[in-house]
């Protein structure tokens, strides 16, 4: 290129990032020095503060609304808009709330984390595996929903990022996305949020296992079920028990869970949900609706309640002991 005083400007690069660059560079180095004899021979400048009021009022105008218009140029320079699959950004959601910091700062971090990995990874590994890499890991990331957000970061950060993006001809956008995804699968923050999350799931799981089982040993097969569990032959209270609604002694569900094949901490969870997710009795009633037991009933009530023998009724009481 030319310059205005004709003098001609060759800058090399391989792309418009590094063209940028060294035209920046060979432009300063363009910039005319004052000699030094020259600078000793400029009046010193005043730095006296002008003692009209309405003066200085007028001197400082300028410079608070400069400030103003910095801030916000500043402001709209620490954003970074990307899109990320929606369960990559409930991840960071959850790494935030680990952390205790807002979500904008935990983005930031990762952000940071991953440019430096990538940096580094770089000097001895082809960056465009690496970025083929980083882009699986985004991939992977659960469902297809995806969602937009913005990323607040200091100016430094964005444009090492956005330098970085262009160099290897990728957006703003998704190349802060692979870096997230790289960042998550080596903090440790994010690692403790799965492991919980995966807990929960095989936990869920294993107690629809132990309420699929008491399903089938419920109703007439209860029968066969309450002398495993010390009832003898109440098949009823033993319905019940499986139900939810009657709360059993302790020896009662450990036995049972012996026969179930369940962890005794399953089978307990198992039978509260089985009792929250009871049914409306269907029954025609003249004066009164179908009500639905609102609290799991105490193991005495129960047991009094089926106006048994004397001798029976003692031996169930006994059990809760």
């Known amino acids: 290129m030319t310059l ?5 400007v060759v800058v090399t690069g391989k792309d418009e990032p590094h063209l940028l660059l060294g035209l920046m560079s060979v432009l ?20 006296t503060v002008p003692a ?26 620490l954003q970074i808009g990307l899109t990320t699959k929606v369960s990559l950004h409930e991840l ?8 205790g910091v807002s979500l904008s700062i935990a983005a930031r971090d990762l952000v940071q984390d991953g440019l430096t990995r990538f940096d580094k990874e770089s000097r001895t590994v082809d960056p465009s595996e690496l970025l083929t890499d980083y882009e699986r890991t985004a991939n992977d990331y659960a469902g297809a929903d995806s969602e937009s957000w913005i990323i607040r970061a200091d100016r430094r950060l ?31 923050h994010a690692a403790a949020v799965r492991e919980a999350t995966t ?29 495993q569990i010390d009832l003898g032959e109440q098949r009823g209270l033993t319905n019940m028990i499986l139900g939810g609604s009657v709360l059993a002694p302790a020896r009662v569900l450990a036995k049972l869970a012996v026969v179930l094949k369940k962890p005794l901490d399953v089978v307990s969870v198992a039978l509260e949900r089985r009792f929250a997710t009871q049914c409306v ?19 005495s009530v129960a ?14 009481l006994n059990l809760e002991g």
């Open 199 to 227: 807990n929960s799931i095989t936990r869920d799981e294993v107690v629809v296992e132990a309420i699929k089982a008491i399903e089938q040993v419920s109703g007439v097969k209860a029968r066969a079920l309450a002398p």
């Open 28 to 47: 300063v180095e363009l910039i005319p020095q004052v000699p030094a004899d020259e600078r000793l021979a400029m009046p010193p400048v005043s730095r």
């Open 303 to 316: 047991v009094k309640e089926l106006q048994l023998p004397a001798e029976e009724q003692e031996r169930l």
């Open 158 to 188: 964005v444009m090492r990022t956005r330098l970085r993006a262009g160099e290897y001809e990728r957006s703003l956008s998704s190349f802060t996305n692979f870096l997230l995804a790289n960042a998550l699968s080596h903090c440790p």
């Open 92 to 99: 960071v959601r959850r790494v935030a709330k680990r952390r």
């Open 4 to 8: 205005a005083n004709g003098q001609p």
């Open 52 to 77: 009209d009021k309405q003066t200085l009022e007028a001197t400082m105008q300028p410079t608070a609304t400069t400030k103003i218009t910095d801030e916000r140029t500043q402001a709209a320079r």
């Open 281 to 299: 009795p269907a029954f025609k009633a003249t004066d009164g609706k179908p009500t639905v037991q609102a609290e799991r009933k105490a193991w």
